[in-house]
T-cell receptor, first 112, second 112 residues
């Protein structure tokens, strides 16, 4: 039973364009969401997070949108750069529960 | 500033053996979490240690145990290894939930 789903295993985007990565969740008790980026042979690196009391959070080229009614969040990267090529994971947590529940990841490929 | 360091980076063990993985958290972080990442999947929460106590545990059998030392470093022990225990084991530390977790590069465990 996957509580966090990333339905696109991979995504290919032209350099300079917008990359949009999507994530759906089923547990309405999740109140904190995070995006991580992972290069091969490295651990995940924290990118950006959002609390359920917000619907948008921006940090430079990265923006996360949260639609609680649809139980959907997305990560927008503008403009996309070659160094953004990596696997992106979304993760969620609930209240005082310390564990993160992760999606399976989306491999983003930025084409020159 | 050193981030999270894990040792060893790679390990090959025989079915039935025991293994110990080590983790040093990022400076200033007092909480350590362990995750198992199978190929093509997102990380799965094993447990979290805080103040030398197991604060929360995921859905893993008792063969998986851990320890946290006074300097906040941590060990993950797995007994009676199974072929299915082959995975990347990630250690993460954090000091504040809003910061997100800082991950190490992981230990690749192969059970043969």
């Amino acid at each position: 039973d996957q509580q966090v789903k990333q339905n696109s295993p991979s995504l290919s985007v032209q350099e300079g364009r917008i990359s949009i990565l999507n994530c759906d969740y089923t547990n309405s008790m999740f109140d904190y969401f995070l995006w991580y980026k992972k290069y091969p042979a490295e651990g995940p690196t924290f990118l950006i997070s959002i609390s359920s009391i917000k619907d948008k959070n921006e940090d430079g080229r990265f923006t996360v949108f949260l639609n609680k009614s649809a139980k959907h969040l997305s990560l927008h990267i503008v403009p996309s750069q070659p160094g953004d090529s990596a696997v992106y994971f979304c993760a969620a947590s609930e209240g005082s529960n310390y564990q993160l529940i992760w999606g399976a990841g989306t491999k983003l490929i930025i084409k020159p | 500033d050193a981030g999270v360091t894990q040792s060893p980076t790679h390990l090959i063990k025989t079915r039935g053996q025991q293994v110990t993985l080590r983790c040093s958290p990022k400076s200033g972080h007092d909480t350590v979490s362990w995750y198992q990442q199978a190929l093509g999947q997102g990380p799965q929460f094993i447990f979290q240690y805080y103040e030398e106590e197991e604060r929360q545990r995921g859905n893993f059998p008792d063969r998986f145990s851990g320890h946290q030392f006074p300097n906040y470093s941590s060990e993950l022990n797995v007994n009676a290894l199974l072929l299915g225990d082959s995975a990347l084991y990630l250690c993460a530390s954090n000091g504040d939930r809003a910061d997100g977790y800082t991950f190490g590069s992981g230990t690749r465990l192969t059970v043969v």
